[in-house]
């Protein structure tokens, strides 16, 4: 194609991620119903073993640690998962098709094509530490999970620490941009570094100023303080005579984080409408520096993969090539109450691939949801013999498999 | 958008000179459709007769059988009104499904009345209710009103003053919305009156129509179960890339079925 007026594609969240574990987990599903096996148990039956990490993939990646089935058994009390029977038959006692769905996915994130990632603190005589980084948040609280590992490791009130990104005059930074869920894994942990050199360095001028070896200089909250004086150095006065600057870098590799979503659906047969009743999640990012962030994360990326199973998609006039879905009169976007709640819990396995223990998790929501939303939806129309639907499972399209079912005819 | 004159109205005698003595002038009320055409330079008036404040537009009543809307009221204040409440509870539940918050505290009863989209709530009701559309020149039954795709009997510079909605014995409204705008994809009001039962639908076909064999059926028996079997033809509905002619067809009997068994 040399000219096109379609939409150029681009990589979007999850990019790689949500495509392949689309595929999987909706043929794991298919399989489980056609060999008339419970889908959780068929996943269970084919988990790579816990003693069995880490764990090379015939692809080449290797695979850290992941407690699948103690993940699975968490998700499947979370979801109530043997009380779905009971549900679907009051479901359809009201008329309406009841579908489970599940998906268990790894994988890879961290990492990057940059060398590596360079962060940059800069502490002024008032104690406030700057941070600079390459990293851009677009939306994902870089400011406020970066600044709690700063303060976290130097042990000093988050309103002390100020995260600056791609700022004017720091070019000569080097990093990951944003995406493949990896700032915290690579910059995150660069913070952490960068707060320990800096402690390091403070150390060493604050033996100079109390008179004393640096191995005799403890540090503790924004202090330096030595046993063979009276005197305490703040964090701050390193500064007086100008700001101190402290540089970075690390590389840190893939880290694999892994998770469970199992959702209810509920279907009018009638008119072909989805209504999303239940969904829950447990899922494994390693140790979480904020766990408000992790869940905002985790519910963005959920409602954007509902968007493609329930209505996103391009349209195009076959003859005249207009766009048909140019605006949101026509563009389908999920709006928050397409999702009414999260159950979201945790069951974290610490990486040691970075000192922080942290795992990617930016893309986990769409990589996990758009199977398990799916596969809630085909389980709720299989009995009545539709096989297959392809997304976006839009009332229409629902509407006419399941009529073209009722028929007798197939779909 | 293009470059234009707004003027806000005094009084209705003003607007209507206005539109009278400027041929390309728009009337404008809350700005719900008229805004995002003019953004979209789909429109090129030149005037923007501001109507939306005037007290001549405001105000609803109850009287003697109907309850009187005027026609700048808002979706959210027809919503919301302890009148429209109690006489027409339908009514009130039909302005609280359009579009949102936003448009709800702007949009108003004239504005969606004149534009006549025909996937908007409001014909639906006017239609189903045999309302009397009022404008500064004349009365209008609903029945000889609205015309089709965008189409009313207003004449050039004709301005809605207000609604008048018979009060019906029972009356009720159910709606599949747009997945995308929200609109209606097909909504359904129905409305026993003294005059019998009308059936108005919205938003499956190019226009709000009423659906005579639902009326005929359910005249005789008014259950949902009625509406089974009842002629409606396919080949009148709207199809586009969000649904099919048979789709919105199916949409009309689910919506007008469960509009019955709300009544």
Redesign the interface.
């Known amino acids: 194609v040399v000219l096109t007026n379609t939409t150029p594609v681009s990589s979007y969240r999850g990019a790689g991620r949500p495509d392949i574990a689309y595929v999987v987990e909706r043929l794991v599903s298919q399989a489980a119903a056609e060999l008339k096996i419970d889908a959780a148990e068929l996943r269970q039956r084919n988990f790579i073993p816990p003693e069995a990490f880490p764990y090379k993939t015939p692809t080449g990646s290797t695979y850290e640690y992941a407690d699948l089935p103690g993940l699975l058994d968490k998700a499947l009390k979370l979801a109530d998962w043997k009380g779905f029977a009971k549900r679907r038959a009051l479901s359809e006692r009201k008329g309406r098709l009841r579908g489970l769905g599940i998906s268990t996915v790894i994988e890879n994130t961290g990492a990057g094509q940059a060398p590596k990632d360079a962060v940059e603190l800069e502490l002024d005589a008032h104690g406030t530490v700057v941070v600079y980084t390459v990293s851009k948040a677009q939306g994902h609280s870089h400011e406020t999970t970066l600044a709690m590992i700063v303060a976290d490791a130097l042990g000093i009130p988050l309103d002390n620490v100020e995260v600056r990104q791609c700022a004017p005059g720091k070019q000569h930074l080097i990093g990951g941009h944003t995406g493949g869920s990896r700032t915290t894994v690579g910059a995150g942990s660069v913070c952490h570094l960068a707060a320990l050199k800096l402690i390091e360095q403070g150390r060493a001028l604050a033996a100079l100023e109390l008179g004393v070896e640096p191995s005799q200089v403890e540090y503790a909250k924004g202090v330096f303080r030595s046993s063979e004086s009276r005197r305490t150095i703040r964090l701050g006065d390193l500064a007086k005579k100008g700001s101190v600057s402290v540089l970075a870098e690390g590389k840190f590799g893939s880290t694999f984080p892994n998770g469970c979503h199992i959702v209810e659906v509920d279907i009018d047969p009638?008119?072909?409408?989805t209504d999303i009743a239940s969904y829950s999640t447990v899922d494994d990012c390693g140790r979480v520096i904020n766990h408000m962030v992790v869940e905002g994360q985790l519910h963005g990326g959920i409602v954007q993969g509902a968007g493609q199973i329930?209505?996103e998609q391009i349209?195009y006039d076959p003859d005249t090539g207009q766009t048909?879905?140019a605006s949101?009169?026509?563009?389908?976007?999920p709006r928050a109450g397409l999702l009414r709640g999260i159950h979201a819990e945790e069951r974290a396995t610490p990486s040691k691939v970075s000192p922080l223990g942290v795992k990617g998790m930016g893309e986990s929501g769409c990589t996990a949801s758009l199977p398990a939303l799916a596969n809630a939806v085909m389980d709720a129309l299989r009995p009545i013999g539709v096989e297959h639907l392809d997304m976006p499972m839009?009332?229409?399209r629902i509407?006419?498999a399941v009529r073209a079912a009722r028929k007798g005819g197939r779909n | 958008m293009y470059a234009t004159n707004y003027v806000k109205a005094k009084s209705l005698a003003e607007a209507a000179k206005l539109l009278a003595s400027n041929p390309e002038a728009k009337v404008m009320a809350g700005g719900m459709t008229l805004v995002p055409t003019l953004k979209q330079r789909l429109a090129k008036p030149s005037h923007l007769v501001d109507i939306g404040a005037l007290a001549e537009l405001r105000g609803i009543a109850a009287k003697g059988g109907s309850v009187v809307i005027g026609a700048a009221m808002k979706h959210h204040e027809v919503a919301t009104s302890a009148v429209v409440k109690k006489a027409i509870p339908a009514l009130s539940y039909l302005a609280s499904l359009i579009g949102d918050p936003q448009v709800r505290n702007l949009g108003t009863i004239g504005g969606s009345v004149a534009n006549n989209d025909p996937a908007a709530d409001y014909p639906a009701a006017v239609l189903g209710l045999g309302a009397t559309v009022v404008t500064n020149k004349r009365q209008i039954a609903a029945d000889d009103y609205f015309q089709g795709l965008f189409a009313t009997a207003l004449e050039e510079g004709e301005i809605i003053t207000r609604i008048e909605f018979p009060v019906p014995k029972r009356a009720a409204y159910a709606k599949f919305p747009h997945p995308a705008s929200g609109y209606a994809m097909t909504g359904v009001f129905v409305a026993q009156t003294a005059d019998g039962i009308r059936v108005a639908v919205t938003g499956a076909g190019p226009g709000v129509f009423r659906w005579k064999a639902a009326e005929k059926a359910l005249g005789k028996s008014p259950r949902a179960a009625a509406l089974d079997g009842v002629a409606l033809n396919a080949g009148d509905m709207n199809e586009d890339i969000h649904a099919t002619r048979e789709y919105r067809a199916n949409l009309v009997r689910v919506m007008a079925k469960r509009a019955v068994a709300k009544l």
């Not at chain 1, 949101?328 to 976007?333: G, L, Q, T, V």
């Open positions: 009638e008119t072909g409408s329930l209505g349209a048909l879905t949101f009169m026509d563009y389908y976007m839009t009332p229409a509407w006419n």
